[in-house]
C-alpha cells in the first residue's frame, strides 16, 4: 500500500522560505513515477506547485518557478518542497501525490492527508 | 494557460438520482482530463483518468466522457457516501484543475 505524509511546519512568516517533506512508504521512489506537490488555499481550487522524477530535473508550474524548489532523496524515500518569499497568499493546505505519466496519464493516483501552512507574522 | 471551468457550482440531488457535472476547458486538451472526489478535510480521490478510464476500485457508477474541450462526470445511483465535491484536472498542458462542483444532499 503506498502511502504519502507530508511534515513541517505549520506557521512561516512572510518573506521567509516555505519547507516541507513528504515520506514514502511502500513505494521505491527510485522505482519510478513523478513525485509532486499540489497546495489548496482556503475554500479555492487546487493548484499544481511542481514536481520530480528520481532520475530526471524537476518542473515547476510557471507562476511559481522563480520561487520554488523540489528535490528528491532517494536514501530516504522522501521529496521535498521550499517556497521561498511567502506571502499571506501562500497559506494553503499543501499536498503531495504520486502522479502517473505513462500511456496518456496525468493524473495523480495517491495523495498525502495534506499539511495546512499558514503564513503569518 | 488551460483554464478549467465547471458546472455547476453546487448540485443538490438525492441518493438514487442520475447526476451529471460538466467541465469544460478553454482550448483542447484530447481526451487527457481526470476526475477527483474531495470530502471535507481529506485530500482528493482520483475517479477517472484519460477522460472515461475508471481508476481501479472505483464503483462503476461513475462514469466519464468527452474529448476536446467539452467533459462530463455521471454518477448513476447516488451513495450517501458520494455527497462530496469533485474537480476535474486537464494534464494536456502542465495541470490545472477545475473550481469544483459541491454536491450536496
Known amino acids: 500500500q503506498v502511502q504519502l505524509q507530508e511534515s513541517g511546519p505549520g506557521l512561516v512568516r512572510p518573506s521567509e522560505t516555505l519547507s516541507l517533506t513528504c515520506d514514502v512508504t511502500g513505494y521505491s521512489i527510485s522505482s519510478g513515477y513523478y513525485w509532486d506537490w499540489i497546495r489548496q488555499p482556503p475554500g479555492e481550487r487546487l493548484e499544481w506547485i511542481g514536481g520530480?522524477?528520481?532520475?530526471?530535473?524537476?518542473y515547476y508550474n510557471p507562476s511559481l518557478t522563480s520561487r520554488v524548489s523540489i528535490s528528491v532523496d532517494t536514501s530516504k524515500n522522501q521529496f521535498s518542497l521550499e517556497l521561498s518569499s511567502v506571502t499571506a497568499a501562500d497559506t494553503a493546505v499543501y499536498y503531495c501525490?504520486?502522479?502517473?505519466?505513462?500511456?496518456?496519464?496525468?493524473?495523480?493516483?495517491?495523495w498525502g492527508r495534506g499539511i495546512l501552512v499558514t503564513v503569518s507574522s | 494557460d488551460i483554464q478549467m471551468t465547471q458546472s455547476p457550482s453546487t448540485l443538490s440531488a438525492s441518493v438514487g438520482d442520475r447526476v451529471t457535472i460538466t467541465c469544460r476547458a478553454n482550448?483542447?486538451?484530447?481526451?487527457?482530463l481526470a476526475w477527483y472526489q474531495q470530502k471535507p478535510g481529506k485530500a482528493p480521490k482520483l475517479l477517472i483518468y484519460r477522460a472515461s478510464s475508471l481508476e481501479n476500485g472505483v464503483p462503476s457508477r461513475f462514469s466519464g466522457s468527452g474529448s476536446g474541450t467539452e467533459f462530463t462526470l455521471t454518477i448513476s445511483g447516488l451513495q450517501l457516501d458520494d455527497f462530496a465535491t469533485y474537480y476535474c484536472?486537464?494534464?494536456?498542458?502542465?495541470?490545472?484543475f477545475g473550481q469544483g462542483t459541491k454536491l450536496e444532499i
Open positions: 501525490a504520486r502522479k502517473v505519466a505513462v500511456s496518456g496519464r496525468g493524473d495523480f493516483d495517491y
Open positions: 484536472q486537464q494534464y494536456n498542458n502542465y495541470f490545472t
Open positions: 482550448q483542447s486538451i484530447s481526451s487527457w
Open positions: 520530480i522524477h528520481p532520475v530526471g530535473s524537476a
